[in-house]
């Protein structure tokens, strides 16, 4: 098992500027994962990750809390419902949005050290 | 950050890669798990007095002040000789105590209890449901009795669980044998995830390695979205034994074509309405293959489709 390099939550998220949506805010990151099919986050997202994604119905939360994902960020400005924003503060995620494009947020992101680099490589 | 569980309670300077129990546990554990309950309260009428005797009798220096279960300030030993010190201690709390109190959410990981109390410097924390209404008090004791005696029953288990293999004796499965069991419906997206949920919350109570958790997890999720998406209606049944976890998903119809290209990466069949919510990625089947230690799928073009996937519990420590 790989154990993730940990990046710091609040640094990150302020180079993105990014509104959050949930009271519960990690400290740590493990890394990014960036999809719009849920099956490929299942798939391929490791925990303790944030996820990138446009979607914005309850499943994301189901499906972060399967996988252990830390956070989600909404691109394009999307922003949830608050019953799931709820789900998800009950689920322990942390949900934030940006009005950046999913590559622009990503851009920010490696451009502020999230690199996705593993501590053991 | 600092990661204070961590340092605090890495006691394993072997393999780094190797988390260990402690450290899983404070992930794990909430909140509400090692919270004193129920909280001793008082009235924003009660006099300061009343609460000064209050203390004195239970042995405790904050008091939490709540009307109707919510949490209104706090009165703390030192605002007590304030009073006394000025002679307003026949005042009413609300008149005097500490308003705008920092409280932490009942659900929120014991590693995030510990990271508040090193940012904030407080003896304890009043804590709240997700009604803000009081539930209980925590105190870095609290955490640390919490931790010390569920390390002591996964200690108790091991024990006795290695008592059990030594003695020749097979585990009798229908003892810890739980089943989670719910009806899917065509079409209810919102639903999903359903008996993901709770099944990941057994296995969670029982300290099923994370990685096993969360591959049972994908299991059924994935299986459930199928129901949904693909069949007429079905039903999904986990079966958690301590040894292994079953998911089976059983649909009415219409049965999948052909299986063999249903297990490929990319195929699928689904509409335009759960694409557009992220589902029908062909991916569904293979991530259900990657996730089982044994799979078996029939389908009947007239019947249905009937899934058995298998996932094996192999406790920590076990060789693999």
């Known amino acids: 098992?790989?154990?993730?390099?940990m990046h710091e939550f609040p640094p990150l998220m302020a180079a993105l500027g990014a509104e959050p949506l949930t009271d519960h805010m990690p400290d740590t990151l493990a890394g990014c994962y960036i999809s719009?099919?849920?099956?490929?986050?299942l798939a391929h997202a490791e925990p303790g990750m944030v996820w990138l994604t446009i979607q914005i119905h309850r499943n994301v939360v189901s499906v972060a809390a399967t996988k252990d994902i830390t956070a989600i960020l909404f691109t394009c400005g999307r922003r949830p419902e608050p019953d799931i924003i709820a789900e998800a503060e009950e689920e322990g995620i942390a949900l934030l949005t940006t009005p950046l494009t999913t590559y622009e947020a990503a851009g920010k992101l490696w451009e502020a050290g999230l690199q996705g680099e593993h501590a053991d490589e | 950050m600092h990661l204070a569980p961590a340092s605090l309670l890495d006691a394993d300077a072997g393999d780094a890669r190797k988390i260990s129990v402690a450290q899983v546990l404070v992930y794990e554990l909430r909140v509400r798990d090692a919270m004193s309950k129920p909280p001793i309260t008082a009235a924003p009428t009660d006099s300061l007095r009343t609460i000064q005797e209050l203390m004195k009798s239970r042995r405790i220096s904050g008091v939490p002040i709540t009307r109707d279960g919510l949490l209104l300030g706090i009165v703390s030993i030192e605002d007590i000789i304030n009073a006394l010190d000025h002679g307003y201690i026949n005042e009413p709390a609300e008149t005097h105590m500490a308003r705008n109190v920092v409280s932490l959410r009942d659900h929120f990981s014991l590693l995030r209890a510990v990271a508040e109390f090193d940012r904030r410097e407080f003896g304890r924390f009043p804590v709240v449901d997700g009604n803000d209404h009081l539930v209980g008090i925590i105190t870095r004791g609290d955490i640390t009795t919490c931790l010390m005696q569920h390390l002591e029953?996964?200690?108790?288990?091991?024990?006795?669980?290695?008592?059990t293999l030594r003695a020749g004796q097979a585990t009798d499965g229908a003892v810890d044998q739980v089943v989670v069991r719910a009806h899917v419906r065509t079409g209810d997206y919102d639903s999903a995830g359903k008996v993901s949920q709770r099944m990941r919350q057994v296995l969670r109570d029982?300290?099923?390695?994370?990685e096993i958790r969360r591959r049972a997890a994908v299991v059924a999720y994935e299986a459930e979205t199928n129901i949904i998406i693909h069949s007429l209606g079905g039903e999904i049944i986990a079966t958690i034994d301590p040894?292994?976890?079953?998911i089976e998903a059983i649909d009415v119809g219409p049965g999948i074509g052909d299986v063999d290209q249903a297990m490929q990466e990319g195929w699928s069949t689904a509409g335009r309405l759960p694409r557009e919510l992220g589902f029908g990625a062909g991916m569904g089947l293979p991530n259900i293959k990657r996730c089982s230690d044994v799979l078996e799928i029939v389908s009947d073009g007239q019947k249905g489709t009937r899934l058995r996937s298998e996932i094996r519990i192999r406790k920590p420590g076990a060789t693999t």
């Open chain 1, 1 to 5: 098992m790989k154990t993730p390099a």
């Open chain 1, 36 to 41: 719009d099919l849920l099956s490929d986050v």
């Open chain 2, 153 to 163: 029953r996964r200690a108790e288990e091991a024990i006795a669980q290695e008592a």
């Open chain 2, 206 to 210: 029982r300290g099923v390695a994370p």
């Open chain 2, 243 to 246: 040894d292994k976890v079953v």
